[in-house]
């Protein structure tokens, strides 16, 4: 079946404007989550969701960037005036449901570059 | 101190080298543990994943866990070409999330 998909696979913008990436998880998993992979950072949480619900926003690095998913299926991830140091690659992932964190399945991610 | 603490390499070895990876951890709350493979420019992809100590085998891949020393293992036997990619060790986190190491870059050379 189909794998993790998000978009847009590439994302060039200039620094001060609003970005929006979308995710959609392998249909039927519950959970779904959203990191973030710099170089020489390795991946870091952002946040997760269990249906529509994000239980703990605190891995958001700064209030400009929120996280919605509606309809327990696609998620946006939204960053608000972004920053040089925003570039990266985000990362969504999903699994069957939080109770299975262990079997996450990741999309190929966005790669987000700020001028 | 880092979570999850990865070599990140780079390693280099020749093809039907076995090969040994290998991570630490500190926090001994939500003990399991996952072995990804992620190719260059691509997403990370779910090698294994175990709860125990021990060893896990599946096919050429071995993964080993040993708590007391909060030390996780993943050993590739009979490495190909193919197996070149950066490998990330992760564990459970309290946020329920996974919390990773930064990876060891991996050349298989023919």
């Known amino acids: 079946g189909a794998g993790v998909s998000q978009s847009p696979s590439n994302k060039v913008t200039e620094k001060g404007k609003d970005v929006e990436l979308r995710c959609d998880p392998i249909?039927?998993?519950?959970?779904l989550y959203w990191y973030r992979q710099s170089l020489g950072q390795g991946l870091e949480f952002l946040i997760y969701f269990q249906g529509n619900s994000a239980p703990d926003k605190s891995g958001l690095p700064s209030d400009r960037f929120s996280a919605e998913r509606t309809g327990g299926s696609v998620s946006t991830l939204t960053i608000q005036r972004t920053q040089q140091e925003d570039s990266a690659v985000y990362l969504c992932?999903?699994?069957?449901?939080?109770?299975?964190?262990?079997?996450?399945?990741f999309g190929p991610g966005t790669r987000l570059t700020v001028t | 101190q880092k979570e999850v603490e990865q070599d990140p390499g780079p390693l280099s070895v020749p093809e039907g080298a076995i090969v040994s990876l290998n991570c630490t951890y500190s926090n001994s709350a939500f003990q399991y543990f996952m072995w990804y493979r992620q190719y260059s420019r691509k997403g990370p992809e779910l090698l294994m994943y175990t709860y125990s100590s021990g060893n896990k085998e599946d096919g050429r891949f071995t993964a080993q866990v040993d708590k007391s020393s909060k030390y996780i293992s993943l050993f590739i036997r009979d490495s190909q070409p193919s197996d070149s990619a950066t490998y990330l060790c992760?564990?459970?986190?309290?946020?329920?999330?996974?919390?990773f190491g930064k990876g060891t870059k991996l050349s298989v050379k023919p």
């Open positions: 992932a999903s699994s069957l449901s939080s109770g299975s964190i262990y079997e996450q399945y």
């Open positions: 992760a564990k459970g986190g309290s946020q329920g999330n996974l919390i």
């Open positions: 249909s039927g998993h519950t959970a």
